[in-house]
């Protein structure tokens, strides 16, 4: 892996170079929890009809959602180009989560305008995306 291995203190060098686990973990944790979640209860069609989507793109979104949290994951162990493509996944998925759910409301909390909460959230996990997309395996 390309990753920075160095720090000024040499004592936090081997947490330095395994940092970016952290960060891959969370955000892979959160695609793919959330893409196999759409599988369950009323499926993916419960999912397309809440959002209006037609169910072929509800069905896109979740495989989108599995693989680019497998691919962010795998990247760090066999390409940086596989951590960028599994990155650039995550960004229309959040897009599209931001447009379509959360904008106009900040924080996390539900509201009755925002029953599933706010775009906080998912700003961040699209930042980290971004940050992924651009660093590679060098983050």
């Known amino acids: 892996m390309a990753a920075h291995t ?3 203190d040499a004592t936090l060098g081997l947490p330095y ?5 952290a960060l891959r973990f969370a ?8 893409g196999i979640d759409k599988f369950l209860g ?8 809440a959002m209006g989507l037609p169910w072929i793109l509800g ?8 693989a680019a949290g497998v691919l962010i994951v ?3 162990l066999i390409n940086p180009w596989i951590t960028r493509l599994g990155a650039l996944l995550m960004v229309p998925v959040m897009i599209g989560a931001i447009v379509m759910e959360h904008w106009g409301q900040w924080h996390f909390m539900a ?4 029953p599933l909460g706010g775009m906080q959230f998912q700003v961040t996990l699209l930042m980290i995306a971004l ?3 651009i660093r590679g395996n060098n983050a």
């Open 6 to 8: 160095e720090t000024p």
């Open 17 to 21: 170079r395994h940092a970016h686990w």
């Open 27 to 34: 955000l892979a944790s959160v695609f793919i929890y959330h």
């Open 42 to 49: 009323g499926g993916v069609a419960e999912f397309s009809a």
């Open 59 to 66: 069905l896109l979104v979740a495989l989108t959602e599995i």
């Open 74 to 76: 795998a990247g760090a």
């Open 111 to 114: 509201t009755p305008s925002h």
């Open 131 to 133: 940050y992924f997309f």
